[in-house]
């Protein structure tokens, strides 16, 4: 038990500090340059003033070319191109304050830009530094041993000790005392009762316990947060992309007016004032801010969403596609008859069906095995099991071929006695089957959430017009929950590839975004312009293709992502329309000579800072 934490250790202060002062080190140097040239110059010194105030210049315009030359040989070209021209015409007019201070601004601005993307994704970073690297194994002769991660099989004993991180996905084999808000995003200890199945990721909160693993590191539910959360990074999101096209305009719009105003005047200082004032583009300082705080504030909300591109279209959406099991209903189905063919009981229908289920990660396949398991049924190992996404599983277990799931072709009549009873009853029906035919019927209750109808008002409020609910269940029962929660359009007995093609179909007309816990759902969430799998069900190969993962099985945490994608995207469009706005009426101003060049400077300089500092706000609650 002396063993250390298997996580990342901690980094140390002192190197954070350095990571600090290195983020502002630029911004710094330049602003003791600027300050060095005026002490010089009040000080009768002007020639001392103005060789200060060059080497701000150059220090910052050395960058500026590179980045410039770097974006023109990838075809790509934007402000960088105007920054350069300032910095280079301030030093060609001999204008050395006003090129010092679009150094400052510059460099302000970038450091702020850095600023907000450290700010903004350290909860992700939390996340890494979480990922466990070792689990305690327990060998054959009964002695503990520190293994890692890759070696960590299913089936294996661990022992995870006070204030561990839970290494792998697997079911308690005594009860333990959870800090599950790193997963979950609550704050609650939670108390896990001896067979419930236990997420990694989630950290021991109390006296050491064991565990046997159900999968490996690779498909656990913590691993596939840790591989979005690597790529939860402020990739560029249309909003920017669309700054750069605003750029290809930007740039020549910016240059003749500068022209114009030097032809009309003859004063070449007017031209490089109005380069001065468009240096840089608060479009492209706003809106990488906004969206990467729009990350991690999903993120902190129990939202981990792929890149700002995904936030940005998710900020937009107005249609919602939603499976129904899993997410509209509890999740957790339960076994409430089993119906039998002649001269077969009830458990070894449901023997048969919980073992060939034991590997499947649906939540009906664990309802299942927990029904058998909670009747002290034994079950048996299978092989040569298969999944047919929509269809059903199937393999042998103790020689015989099992098939469980749907059932094709005419059916026996004891089976239509127990379908018709099913929809009734408006209960799901899970078909055993084997080589001669069908062996008996599992009917299943899952009722709908209670925050169910609650959480689509909630996805309305938060901007989406048009909720689908799909699934491969009976119309039935699909109309049964879609009439208690209020959905406007139920889609029933839906293949995965009619799934797609209706994503397909609501794609063509608006935004929209598909819900699924499944992996049949994994087509059809690659198909939406943002796929959100309810990722704490394990479900690994929907959360691979999803755009969002909700690492806890509550739906209400897509309406808290859709408004916070609002408001960040809101605070974009809005940063940026202001701060383009003022930069061109200063333009103007200094087209016509009304402004010089330093007086340009510290203009922009405060048109930056104010529109950045806005874009900063996404990280706080929306009122």
């Given at each position: 038990m002396g063993e250390p934490r298997e996580c990342v250790p901690e980094q140390p202060a002192r190197v954070e500090q350095g990571r600090r002062l290195l983020l502002w080190a630029p911004l710094l140097g330049l602003t003791a340059l600027v300050?060095?040239?005026?002490?010089?110059?009040?000080?009768?010194?002007?020639g001392v003033g103005d060789l200060l105030w060059v080497a701000a210049t150059v220090t910052a315009l050395v960058p500026a070319v590179v980045s410039m030359v770097r974006d023109l040989r990838h075809r790509r070209y934007g402000v960088d191109v105007i920054a350069v021209l300032a910095l280079a015409g301030?030093?060609?007019?001999?204008?050395?304050?006003?090129?010092?201070?679009?150094?400052?601004?510059?460099?302000?601005?970038?450091?702020?830009?850095?600023?907000?993307?450290?700010?903004?994704t350290r909860d992700l970073r939390a996340l890494l530094a979480r990922a466990p690297r070792t689990a305690r194994r327990r060998a054959p002769d009964g002695t503990i041993e520190v293994v890692p991660m890759d070696r960590v099989?299913?089936?294996?004993?661990?022992?995870?000790?006070?204030?561990?991180?839970?290494?792998?996905?697997?079911?308690?084999?005594?009860?333990?005392?959870?800090?599950?808000?790193?997963?979950?995003?609550?704050?609650?200890?939670?108390?896990?009762?001896?067979?419930?199945?236990?997420?990694?990721?989630?950290?021991?909160?109390?006296?050491?316990?064991?565990m046997r693993a159900t999968r490996d590191?690779?498909?656990?539910?913590?691993?596939?947060?840790?591989?979005?959360?690597?790529?939860?990074?402020?990739?560029?999101?249309?909003?920017?992309?669309?700054?750069?096209?605003?750029?290809?305009?930007?740039?020549?719009f910016t240059l003749v007016l500068a022209g114009l105003g030097w032809l009309v005047s003859g004063d070449v200082?007017?031209?490089?004032?109005?380069?001065?004032?468009?240096?840089p583009c608060p479009l492209l300082l706003a809106t990488p801010i906004a969206i990467v705080s729009g990350l991690s504030r999903s993120a902190r909300h129990g939202v981990l969403v792929r890149d700002g591109g995904s936030l940005e279209l998710l900020g937009r959406a107005h249609t919602l596609l939603v499976d129904k099991t899993g997410t509209l209903t509890a999740g957790r189905p339960r076994a409430a008859e089993t119906v039998t063919a002649p001269d077969v009981t009830g458990d070894e229908v449901l023997r048969l069906a919980a073992s060939v289920e034991q590997l499947s990660p649906h939540v009906l396949a664990r309802a299942l095995v927990e029904e058998a398991r909670g009747r002290g049924l034994a079950l048996a190992e299978p092989v040569g099991v298969t999944e047919e996404p929509g269809r059903g599983v199937r393999g042998r277990v103790d020689g015989r071929e099992v098939r469980v799931g749907q059932v094709d072709g005419p059916l026996p009549e004891w089976a239509e006695s127990a379908r018709a009873r099913a929809e009734g009853a408006g209960r799901s029906v899970v078909w055993v089957g084997g080589e001669a035919g069908p062996l008996g019927a599992i009917l299943l209750d899952d009722p709908v959430r209670p925050d169910a109808p609650r959480t689509v008002e909630r996805l309305r409020a938060a901007g989406l017009r048009r909720i689908v609910m799909v699934t491969g269940d009976r119309r039935e029962t699909a109309e049964r929950v879609a009439r208690a929660v209020g959905v406007d359009d139920v889609v029933a007995r839906c293949t995965p590839a009619e799934k797609v093609d209706r994503v397909r179909a609501e794609v063509d007309r608006a935004v929209t975004v598909m819900v699924g816990d499944g992996v049949n759902d994994a087509p059809a969430l690659a198909t939406a312009h943002v796929g959100v799998a309810m990722g704490a069900?394990?479900?690994?190969?929907?959360?691979?293709?999803?755009?969002?993962?909700?690492?806890?099985?509550?739906?209400?945490?897509?309406?808290?992502?859709?408004?916070?994608?609002?408001?960040?995207?809101?605070?974009?469009?809005?940063?940026?329309?202001?701060?383009?706005?003022?930069?061109?009426?200063?333009?103007?101003?200094?087209?016509?000579?009304?402004?010089?060049?330093?007086?340009g400077a510290f203009l922009q300089e405060g048109i930056d800072v104010l529109v950045i500092l806005n874009a900063l706000r996404a990280l706080l609650k929306p009122r």
């Open positions: 300050l060095a040239g005026a002490a010089a110059r009040l000080a009768g010194r002007p301030s030093l060609g007019v001999r204008e050395y304050l006003a090129g010092a201070v679009i150094a400052v601004m510059v460099a302000t601005g970038r450091a702020l830009e850095a600023y907000a993307q450290g700010r903004a099989a299913v089936g294996d004993v661990l022992l995870v000790g006070p204030g561990d991180v839970v290494p792998v996905d697997g079911r308690l084999d005594e009860a333990a005392t959870l800090d599950e808000s790193v997963v979950t995003g609550e704050s609650r200890l939670a108390q896990r009762p001896a067979g419930d199945l236990v997420a990694s990721g989630v950290l021991n909160a109390g006296a050491a316990f064991g590191a690779a498909a656990s539910t913590y691993a596939g947060i840790v591989r979005l959360a690597r790529e939860a990074t402020a990739r560029k999101a249309p909003t920017v992309r669309l700054a750069d096209r605003y750029a290809v305009a930007f740039v020549p200082v007017r031209a490089v004032a109005v380069l001065v004032v468009a240096t069900t394990g479900a690994t190969a929907s959360a691979d293709v999803a755009d969002a993962v909700l690492t806890v099985d509550e739906l209400g945490r897509l309406a808290d992502a859709v408004e916070i994608a609002r408001y960040a995207r809101r605070i974009a469009v809005q940063s940026a329309t202001v701060g383009m706005g003022l930069a061109v009426l200063a333009m103007f101003v200094a087209a016509i000579g009304r402004l010089p060049p330093v007086g």
